[in-house]
């Protein structure tokens, strides 16, 4: 039986598959932040609370780095979604 | 882990886009034997956090130059590094408030014509028409170039590491630069958290950290970095803005992204110049009404993410290119002022053509920093 984690999609905001994945750690982007900037995973609606964890296991399991020293990536804000338009109204002035 | 690279034809500082372009370029030519140092992790510093614009329509001869190259550049580039960079020309529209800005942008379409660039003024009419969410009934003008663009800075930036790997370029991650050994006035190597490399070639291409490494040469540069935000949207409908809108007196550039996001960031007050990319709520609060005044329709779309990076300023908002003054062998590719992304598909060649000692295919020696010195500063009005 062929191996299809290969087509399992890790990252549903952005539609990124297993292979993809394993592609890029491959050719040496072995850093969250890197498989970020190359396939746009956790720059999605979720920002990455879909996805991140089972791709920092992956970076560590090609590695060989302990789960626990693999970088977990820059989380920025805001921390859920927030409409223009209520930040445009809010505060002084 | 591969046995340590102990020596190379050029260290170059910096995994950036000009980092990267440098390094492929300089392969191109034949220095094959080329390192690329990065303390982080690959384009981890100001390339990946800028808003990624190209345009040919500025206010210098030079940049005019500068600018129509790097177009024809970015419109060959996936062919020639046979990765996709999500190129996107909607144009740029310029957008003018209050007569000075007008007359000054009016200024530059005349001198972007004399060379060759078909940029044009739009009616108020026309310029919703590109722009069907654009609302800008406070507008004196709006000025328009249509190959004008913009393109995935990781991508690019990726595009040119992949091709100059190809080309035998060693690149060394999470490997910062802590010294440059300097000897009878020539570069003779660079010191790292990891090792020394032998190198009569070192190239300054970090960005943010320019002036940090021009000083471990013994140069003083006039350079300050400077935090500049930005925030995106989630995807909505792609045709709200295709083109991006930029105000130098507005001050806000904002483009919608071809997956729909909406992108947007503006000059900060004051110099926040603590090297941190962090963000406050006040820039998201004050991007959030320039958003919704200019495309009403995004007073109901969300936020998903804020972040910063470094534009490396110079007094005049020009790079600084070329050798070191009495060091023979350390060069600078850096002060960009936020153009760096657009400008790296002609300044990685300049540069190499410069380093393999040829005349570069465009002038570069205007820009070296002893015009600061003379007092022959390069004013250019359109920076935001």
């Known amino acids: 039986m062929a191996d299809k984690s290969n087509e399992i999609v890790v990252c549903r905001c952005e539609e990124v598959t297993m292979g993809e994945i394993r592609e890029w750690i491959a050719k040496g982007y072995d850093t969250f932040d890197e498989l970020k900037r190359v396939l746009r995973v956790g720059m999605g609606p979720c920002q990455g609370r879909g996805c991140r964890d089972i791709i920092l296991r992956e970076i560590s399991r090609m590695t060989g780095t302990p789960y626990s020293e693999v970088p977990p990536g820059t989380f920025r804000p805001p921390s859920k979604p927030v409409k223009l338009g209520l930040l445009a109204e809010g505060g002084d002035d | ?384």
């Open chain 2, 1 to 384: 882990m591969a046995e340590w690279k102990k020596s190379a034809d050029a260290v170059i500082i910096g995994s950036g886009v000009q980092g990267c372009s440098l390094a492929y370029n300089l392969a191109k030519l034949g220095i094959k034997d080329v390192v690329v140092l990065e303390k982080d992790s690959l384009c981890s510093g100001s390339s990946g956090r800028c808003g990624a614009g190209i345009r040919a329509q500025w206010g210098t001869e030079m940049n005019c130059r500068l600018g129509l190259a790097c177009l024809e550049n970015f419109e060959n580039l996936e062919e020639e590094l046979g990765m996709k960079i999500d190129l996107h020309q909607g144009g740029y529209i310029m957008i003018a408030y209050g007569d000075k800005e007008y007359q000054q942008l009016k200024q530059s379409v005349g001198l972007q014509n004399r060379m060759g660039i078909a940029s044009r003024e739009l009616s108020r009419e026309e310029a919703c028409e590109i722009a069907p969410g654009l609302w800008a009934e406070d507008a004196a003008g709006f000025f328009y170039h249509d190959r004008d663009g913009h393109a995935d800075p990781f991508l690019t930036t990726y595009a040119y590491h992949e091709a100059a790997k190809r080309l035998g370029v060693t690149f060394l991650k999470f490997t910062e630069c802590t010294g440059i050994k300097v000897d009878k006035g020539r570069v003779a190597g660079v010191e790292t958290t990891r090792g020394e490399i032998d190198t009569p070639v070192v190239v300054n291409c970090a960005g943010g950290y320019a002036q940090q490494v021009a000083k471990m040469a013994g140069i003083e540069l006039p350079n300050y970095s400077e935090r500049h935000q930005i925030i995106v949207t989630e995807p909505v409908e792609y045709g709200l803005c295709p083109p991006m809108l930029m105000s130098f007196t507005g001050n806000f550039y904002i483009q919608q992204r071809p997956n729909g996001s909406i992108i947007g960031g503006c000059s900060p007050e004051g110099h926040p110049d603590d090297m941190a990319n962090g963000n406050t709520w006040e820039f998201l609060e004050k991007m959030s009404r320039k958003f919704t005044r200019l495309l009403p329709a995004t007073r109901e779309v969300r936020v998903v993410r804020q972040w910063s990076g470094q534009y490396n300023m110079t007094p005049d908002k020009q790079p600084i290119l070329g050798e070191a003054d009495g060091i023979k062998g350390f060069y600078l590719s850096v002060g960009y002022s936020g153009h760096g992304f657009m400008f790296a598909t002609i300044t990685g060649p300049l540069m190499a053509e410069l380093i393999n000692g040829q005349e570069p295919s465009i002038p570069i020696e205007m820009l070296h920093y002893r015009r600061f010195a003379k007092g022959e500063l390069i004013l250019e009005p359109a920076v935001v």
